[in-house]
């Protein structure tokens, strides 16, 4: 049976009327609202808020000019900890307090899933997660632009920013790995160091201009987490990707105990997948933008990427070809009424009705379905695919880099 939502109804008042949607529907514009439990002044009071113990490690550390290596902040925590330092122990001893309903045995299918279907959740991630919701709240994307981290035009950067993404999910998806001490506790806990550092470098720079709220808010990093939960569930079941409600479960719980140790208030982690819903229909209600003020970037990055492959393939396939696919792939995973944007950037419309784009798109839903079928059907299956998968990322992931933040502000 398709796995079925609870979602509010109506476009901008508080709803408490529910209907029901398919996980691979995306909800409309008109079923945006705020609700009793994520009204909008219960939002907005979260974008005043950041988070307090990251923000005196990175305030302590700035008062002694320790802030050069902000790629790695963790190890730096650690030695002043070992010193007895009050305020790096106090984060770190806080960091480490697992919550009642953490539990790593029924998050462990979450993380294989993360493996088992990687070109899937790549997909999912880059053109449904970041791309096509994330870039519809056009204030977290200052943020992170106005750091230098963005930057549409520079295809190296941005190639190293989604190495950097795809390292942190690889860190997560190992079963162990999320006890404190570990690759992927730590992992968490070096993105959670670095948000408080750019907090304080865009304060300090006067870019940042929203005198009612924070940088890399509560608000931001609850609306992140939903990105890489909520959203990818539903770009992964757009994309043929068929999960259990266990499964769904387990990866939900996983998304949120990542949130925990990001320093995300309890308040603002979901529950259940109903839950981050329905925060996602009332947060893209009070803050998106349909891309009007991404647009324009994205179609850049769109053709300067095409062209890039085309390039690869020595022009076998058309830059023009290509485009049109990954505004397809965009179109199927966002939704097109909430890429007005992007049209607007591509002649008033979004050229996505070509064959090829209906091919593409069925290769991919015939991919992710001989996936599945090898995940739940084949003895030693699911296992197979985690350790090929796992190799195949060690050996192609890109170098990374280091953030080069403070040079941009």
């Known amino acids: 049976k398709a796995l079925r939502l609870s979602m509010t109804s109506g476009a901008s008042a508080t709803s408490e009327n529910t209907a029901s949607f398919p996980l691979r529907s995306i909800p409309p514009q008109s079923s945006l609202a705020y609700t009793e439990r994520f009204s909008r002044e219960f939002l907005q009071r979260w974008r005043t808020r950041a988070d307090p113990l990251a923000d005196n490690v990175v305030r302590e ?7 050069e290596h902000i790629h790695d902040l963790l190890q730096l925590v650690r030695d002043k900890s070992h010193h007895g330092e009050s305020v790096f122990k106090t984060f770190l ?13 029924q998050m462990e299918r979450g993380q294989h899933i993360l493996i088992t279907y990687d070109p899937i959740v790549r997909l999912s991630l880059s053109f449904g997660s970041l791309l096509g919701v994330g870039g519809q709240f056009p204030k977290m994307a200052d943020v992170v632009r106005s750091t230098g981290l963005l930057d549409f035009e520079d295809y190296e950067m941005s190639q190293q920013r989604l190495a950097r993404t795809g390292f942190f999910i690889v860190g997560l998806a190992t079963p162990g790995a999320l006890s404190p001490g570990r690759e992927g506790h730590d992992g968490i806990l070096r993105i959670r160091l670095l948000h408080g550092a750019v907090r304080h470098f865009v304060l300090r720079s006067g870019k940042y201009q929203e005198a009612a709220e924070v940088p890399v808010n509560q608000h931001d990093l609850a609306i992140t987490l939903s990105l890489f939960g909520y959203v990818a569930l539903r770009s992964l079941r757009r994309l043929g990707v068929r999960l259990s409600r266990s499964d769904v479960a387990s990866y939900m719980l996983l998304w949120r105990f990542v949130g925990y140790v990001l320093g995300i208030s309890e308040d603002l982690l979901p529950e259940s997948l109903q839950v981050q819903q329905e925060f996602m229909l009332a947060s893209t209600l009070m803050m998106g933008d349909r891309h009007t003020s991404s647009g324009a970037d994205l179609r850049y990055s769109f053709l300067n990427t095409a062209e890039r492959l085309s390039t690869k393939t020595l022009g076998i396939i058309p830059a023009g070809v290509l485009d049109n696919l990954m505004l397809h792939l965009l179109v199927h995973l966002a939704g097109e009424e909430y890429l007005e944007g992007v049209a607007a950037a591509t002649g008033g419309a979004l050229p996505t009705r070509w064959r090829s784009s209906a091919w593409f798109l069925s290769s991919i839903r015939g991919w992710a379905w001989l996936l599945s079928l090898i995940d739940q059907k084949l003895l030693l299956g699911s296992k197979a695919l985690y350790h090929l998968h796992l190799a195949l990322i060690y050996l192609t992931q890109p170098d990374a880099g280091e953030h080069k933040l403070r040079s941009r502000l």
């Open 61 to 67: 550390l700035a008062r002694h000019n320790e802030l």
């Open 93 to 105: 001893d806080s960091a480490s307090a697992m919550p009642l309903w953490a539990n790593f045995e």
